[in-house]
């Protein structure tokens, strides 16, 4: 039998160390497809943008770890476009499933909109296609740089894991997406639970005062709400308890108000 086709791809561009570590949790499943952006484009969400010199160029690029190497491709585009490249132009057949990650730094609660780890997956999902967006909890200082020093060997563990189910299961209606969350502390033997998204602000952005705000350049930083949740159900109660978080998305974004209140208030 043909070995599934599974797409793997992320937000932090071609060279990341999380990357080629997806790639080798998911070599034994079937055959790779490996396509990233040329660039790093951390909270890059959906964008389709051409802009930043994006010109969809596409060029090979080997993707190795430790002692394992496949022939991968880099792309001029941002997460959701790299997909678009990937499936109409570098697959040969159709894709069975998307991987998108191991991402430096985890994606939780409000946040997932801006993140380009579930904008590539959401990207697939609009494509018909399952999709996994895995991140791995890390501290600030290692969002943009690939740090060779992370150990991505518990999630890939759970990559394989939650792979293998994808591809075994038909998903139920509504499930476009599972956004996987790691926390740092995590082994092959932690715990995990299926968890809603939480609706706090997990990064919350932070402009630095200036001094002439025309002039003078800003600084942006983020709050981070480590340890903190809603409810005891969230992505972000799992994380601070040092649990695996697996949240399902829907690309349905409607609000779960009865339709029928909302048309009274507006009339």
Same mark, same amino acid.
């Given at each position: 039998m043909t070995k599934p086709l599974i797409l793997v791809t992320n937000d932090d561009g071609i060279a990341s160390p999380g990357l080629a570590a997806a790639a080798a949790a998911l070599d034994p499943l079937?055959?790779? +497809?490996? @396509? @990233? /952006? @040329? $660039? !790093? !484009?951390? $909270?890059?969400?959906?964008? =389709?943008? =051409? #802009?930043?010199? +994006? *010109?969809?160029?596409?060029r090979p690029h080997s993707v190795s770890y430790q002692g394992q190497a496949w022939d991968g491709f880099s792309v001029s585009a941002t997460p959701a476009l790299t997909v678009e490249h990937a499936i109409q132009e570098l697959a040969r057949r159709p894709i069975d499933l998307v991987v998108s990650g191991i991402n430096y730094g985890e994606n939780i609660g409000t946040c997932i909109t801006v993140s380009g780890t579930i904008g590539a997956a959401m990207e697939a999902a609009e494509r018909g296609l399952k999709a996994i967006a895995v991140s791995l909890e890390t501290d600030a200082a290692r969002w943009f740089e690939h740090d060779q020093s992370v150990d991505f060997g518990t999630a890939m563990h759970f990559v394989r894991l939650f792979a293998v189910r994808a591809l075994e299961n038909k998903? /139920? +209606? *509504? #499930? *476009? #997406? +599972?956004k996987v969350e790691i926390p740092i502390s995590a082994t092959p033997k932690s715990g995990w639970m299926v968890t809603r998204q939480d609706k706090i602000s997990y990064y919350t952005p932070t402009l630095a005062k200036r001094e002439n705000i025309f002039a003078d350049p800003s600084n942006l930083e983020h709050l981070v709400a480590k340890g903190q949740y809603s409810q005891t159900d969230t992505d972000a109660y799992a994380m601070a308890k040092g649990l695996v978080s697996v949240t399902p998305l829907s690309l349905d974004h409607t609000s779960r108000v009865e339709l029928a209140e909302i048309q009274k208030l507006i009339g």
């Amino acid at each position: 039998m043909t070995k599934p086709l599974i797409l793997v791809t992320n937000d932090d561009g071609i060279a990341s160390p999380g990357l080629a570590a997806a790639a080798a949790a998911l070599d034994p499943l079937g055959e790779l +497809l490996i @396509a @990233a /952006p @040329a $660039s !790093q !484009q951390t $909270s890059m969400g959906r964008s =389709r943008t =051409r #802009v930043f010199n +994006l *010109d969809g160029a596409i060029r090979p690029h080997s993707v190795s770890y430790q002692g394992q190497a496949w022939d991968g491709f880099s792309v001029s585009a941002t997460p959701a476009l790299t997909v678009e490249h990937a499936i109409q132009e570098l697959a040969r057949r159709p894709i069975d499933l998307v991987v998108s990650g191991i991402n430096y730094g985890e994606n939780i609660g409000t946040c997932i909109t801006v993140s380009g780890t579930i904008g590539a997956a959401m990207e697939a999902a609009e494509r018909g296609l399952k999709a996994i967006a895995v991140s791995l909890e890390t501290d600030a200082a290692r969002w943009f740089e690939h740090d060779q020093s992370v150990d991505f060997g518990t999630a890939m563990h759970f990559v394989r894991l939650f792979a293998v189910r994808a591809l075994e299961n038909k998903w /139920p +209606l *509504d #499930v *476009d #997406v +599972l956004k996987v969350e790691i926390p740092i502390s995590a082994t092959p033997k932690s715990g995990w639970m299926v968890t809603r998204q939480d609706k706090i602000s997990y990064y919350t952005p932070t402009l630095a005062k200036r001094e002439n705000i025309f002039a003078d350049p800003s600084n942006l930083e983020h709050l981070v709400a480590k340890g903190q949740y809603s409810q005891t159900d969230t992505d972000a109660y799992a994380m601070a308890k040092g649990l695996v978080s697996v949240t399902p998305l829907s690309l349905d974004h409607t609000s779960r108000v009865e339709l029928a209140e909302i048309q009274k208030l507006i009339g």
